[in-house]
């Protein structure tokens, strides 16, 4: 049971709150947040086992734990509800994966920015084209109105 901010801090860097444990994978780490004896309380987990009604069940180095998803008053109101904590997704993606992803996006990027040149090239040699044409039109207005006199 951990009551201190930065050490909860430093337990979730690389982990996300999720909103509904039938997100979480089997074998996945759960970290979270509940309440103990009206007092709040944040616990290092384990490996995701499964569900039972209202709460999930987190397999420990020493025995299965079975944490409630809801406090709820004897009248049914949910007093309070566990936080849940899991490990982003990006910490799952190997260093060899992430070297590949860095690779395809800086081709891309290449890509685009030979392209945004292209463009910028094509660009310029369409506006002269378009001056020439204004050129070409009004000399031939002027050769036109010329030959009509």
Request: glycine content about 2%; overall charge neutral; proline content about 2%.
């Amino acid at each position: 049971m951990i009551t201190d901010i930065d050490t909860i801090k430093k337990e979730l860097e690389n982990f996300s709150q999720i909103e509904f444990p039938y997100d979480i994978k089997i074998d996945c780490h759960v970290k979270y947040l509940t309440i103990k004896d009206k007092q709040e309380y944040f616990y290092k987990g384990g490996k995701y086992v499964g569900m039972t009604d209202n709460m999930i069940i987190l397999q420990t180095e020493k025995t299965k734990v079975f944490v409630p998803l809801t406090i709820k008053h004897p009248n049914g109101t949910i007093l309070y509800k566990t936080r849940l904590f899991v490990v982003d997704d990006e910490s799952d993606i190997s260093s060899k994966e992430k070297t590949h992803y860095e690779s395809i996006i800086h081709n891309q990027q290449s890509i685009i920015e030979t392209m945004t040149q292209k463009i910028k090239q094509l660009t310029e040699q369409l506006q002269q084209i378009n001056q020439k044409q204004i050129k070409y039109e009004t000399v031939i207005q002027k050769l036109i109105q010329e030959r009509n006199r």
